[in-house]
């Protein structure tokens, strides 16, 4: 079956009730036809056009305040990405036959952020309800009736405001408890760790609501080796946050009775088993063995750590990946894999945050990063970690978490 083509612009315009779409700088770049019709503006009159110099404030009403209301709700939702659910308004509309003329008019806005594919505000949906002839149905403006209805109207949209608020506010806290756990349990990169040094990063998401479960590990293991791990858990906040210090406690404890990365990952999926929120999360395991010059590894799901040659070349460990934790309904051993390496090479470990886009192919994300080690080979781990952040991440604002492990081996 052929899949509709569907013209959205035709869409929008045919929209009920009154709807605008208006630019971060609070310029009306389209209005659908219910809004030109009830607001009594031509498309011409709008677009381009900065909203409160199409539609200004009642000079003749000095306790008028919907211009401030609706700019400091609009700017808002720019700066949070959030919806926003505005009180009852009056606004008086300047009638455009007689600019010396002022309409009385009720509205119930609701401002809506639309994003673009880095996560940044690009469009404010600005849906509006007139609620103008409801007043009069009930009474006329000004009326004792009219005045209760106003003040039913205005007491719920206040309240939805103030819910809105609170939910901001929790997020917040939600937001600085998590950052807290996860500060406490990601460890700093033990300078005695390895032969070459090594370099840990962890970078949270920008926004309030996108803090997540990513974390790395390193520890030293019998003999002349190391165990290097990074994971990444689904879902956002605080109990992402709580599950991501559960799992990577129980796969340290079990990398160091393991006899290699797979079998680590296949104690650490059947204890996941048990714990609310693990499943599907990824996570890569690597053995680093200094006296063989070998990276024994194993992923459940997880972007290949990238192994960077002296000369420049760039080889992605990607031979031994099985599905994220959970993701089976029975228990399959994991596999692993193993890679030579010469004295000189850098092993790279990082989250999905540090190479995935909306908008691109994950492959584009990994020759990005290739192409950015190669660049770099010659950089220390702490000036390749930072390099790696500075050219990867979005200018505009890291909309996930990213995790990141550098070892020169």
Same mark, same amino acid.
């Given at each position: 079956?052929?899949?509709?083509?569907?013209?959205?612009?035709?869409?929008?315009?045919?929209?009920?009730?009154?709807?605008?779409?208006?630019?971060?700088?609070?310029?009306?770049?389209?209005?659908? +036809?219910?809004?030109?019709?009830?607001?009594?503006? #031509?498309?011409?009159?709008? $677009?381009?056009?900065?909203?409160?110099?199409?539609?200004?404030?009642?000079?003749?009403?000095?306790?008028?305040?919907?211009?401030?209301?609706?700019?400091?709700?609009?700017?808002?939702?720019?700066?949070?990405? +959030?919806?926003?659910?505005?009180?009852?308004?009056?606004?008086d509309v300047q009638d455009p036959e007689r600019q010396n003329?002022?309409?009385?008019?009720?509205?119930?806005?609701?401002?809506?952020?639309?994003?673009?594919?880095?996560?940044?505000?690009?469009?404010?949906?600005?849906?509006?309800? +007139?609620?103008?002839?409801?007043?009069?149905?009930?009474?006329?403006?000004?009326?004792?009736?009219?005045?209760?209805?106003?003040?039913?109207?205005?007491?719920?949209?206040?309240?939805?405001?103030?819910?809105?608020?609170?939910?901001?506010?929790?997020?917040?806290?939600?937001?600085?408890?998590?950052?807290?756990?996860?500060?406490?349990?990601?460890?700093?990169?033990?300078?005695?760790?390895?032969?070459?040094?090594?370099?840990?990063?962890?970078?949270?998401?920008?926004?309030? %609501?996108?803090?997540?479960?990513?974390?790395?590990?390193?520890?030293?293991?019998?003999?002349?080796?190391?165990?290097?791990?990074?994971?990444?858990?689904?879902?956002?906040?605080?109990?992402?946050?709580?599950?991501?210090?559960?799992?990577?406690?129980?796969?340290?404890?079990?990398?160091?009775?393991?006899?290699?990365?797979?079998?680590?990952?296949?104690?650490?999926?059947?204890?996941?088993?048990?714990? +609310?929120?693990?499943e599907s999360t990824t996570v890569v395991k690597s053995f680093?063995?200094?006296?063989?010059?070998?990276? #024994?590894?194993?992923?459940?799901?997880?972007?290949?750590?990238?192994? %960077?040659?002296?000369?420049?070349?760039?080889?992605?460990?990607?031979?031994?990946?099985?599905?994220?934790?959970?993701?089976?309904?029975?228990?399959?051993?994991?596999?692993?894999?193993?890679?030579?390496?010469?004295?000189?090479?850098?092993?790279?470990?990082?989250?999905?945050?540090?190479?995935?886009?909306?908008?691109?192919?994950?492959?584009?994300?990994?020759?990005?990063?290739?192409?950015? $080690? #190669?660049?770099?080979?010659?950089?220390?781990?702490?000036?390749?970690?930072?390099?790696?952040?500075?050219?990867?991440?979005?200018?505009?604002?890291? #909309?996930?978490?990213?995790?990141?492990?550098?070892?020169?081996?």
């Amino acid at each position: 079956m052929r899949e509709p083509q569907i013209d959205y612009k035709a869409v929008f315009r045919a929209l009920p009730g009154m709807v605008a779409l208006l630019t971060p700088d609070l310029v009306y770049a389209d209005a659908n +036809e219910d809004f030109l019709r009830l607001a009594g503006r #031509t498309r011409a009159q709008l $677009l381009g056009r900065y909203i409160f110099d199409v539609f200004p404030e009642n000079p003749n009403d000095p306790a008028a305040a919907g211009m401030s209301d609706v700019r400091a709700s609009m700017l808002r939702v720019v700066a949070t990405g +959030e919806r926003d659910t505005m009180a009852l308004q009056r606004y008086d509309v300047q009638d455009p036959e007689r600019q010396n003329q002022w309409v009385e008019r009720y509205w119930s806005p609701v401002n809506a952020p639309v994003l673009g594919p880095d996560g940044r505000v690009v469009l404010i949906l600005h849906r509006v309800e +007139e609620v103008t002839e409801l007043l009069r149905a009930r009474g006329r403006p000004g009326s004792s009736q009219a005045r209760v209805l106003e003040a039913e109207l205005y007491t719920r949209a206040r309240e939805l405001q103030e819910l809105n608020e609170s939910l901001r506010q929790a997020h917040a806290r939600d937001r600085e408890v998590a950052l807290a756990l996860q500060a406490a349990m990601l460890p700093v990169a033990n300078p005695d760790i390895g032969h070459n040094g090594a370099a840990v990063r962890y970078r949270p998401a920008a926004g309030s %609501l996108n803090v997540c479960g990513d974390w790395y590990d390193m520890i030293d293991l019998p003999g002349d080796r190391i165990a290097v791990a990074v994971g990444d858990v689904v879902g956002h906040g605080l109990s992402a946050a709580c599950v991501m210090g559960q799992l990577r406690s129980a796969l340290s404890a079990a990398a160091r009775v393991a006899e290699g990365p797979a079998q680590a990952l296949d104690v650490l999926g059947l204890y996941a088993r048990s714990v +609310e929120g693990a499943e599907s999360t990824t996570v890569v395991k690597s053995f680093i063995d200094w006296d063989r010059h070998t990276i #024994t590894y194993s992923s459940a799901g997880h972007p290949p750590p990238a192994l %960077l040659h002296a000369d420049g070349t760039v080889v992605f460990l990607n031979q031994a990946t099985d599905p994220p934790l959970g993701a089976r309904p029975k228990h399959i051993p994991r596999p692993q894999a193993q890679v030579s390496f010469t004295e000189g090479a850098t092993l790279v470990l990082y989250t999905d945050g540090l190479i995935e886009r909306r908008d691109e192919d994950i492959d584009t994300g990994l020759a990005r990063l290739a192409g950015t $080690l #190669t660049r770099h080979r010659q950089d220390d781990p702490e000036s390749l970690a930072d390099t790696l952040l500075g050219d990867l991440l979005p200018a505009s604002g890291d #909309t996930d978490d990213t995790a990141l492990v550098v070892i020169r081996l």
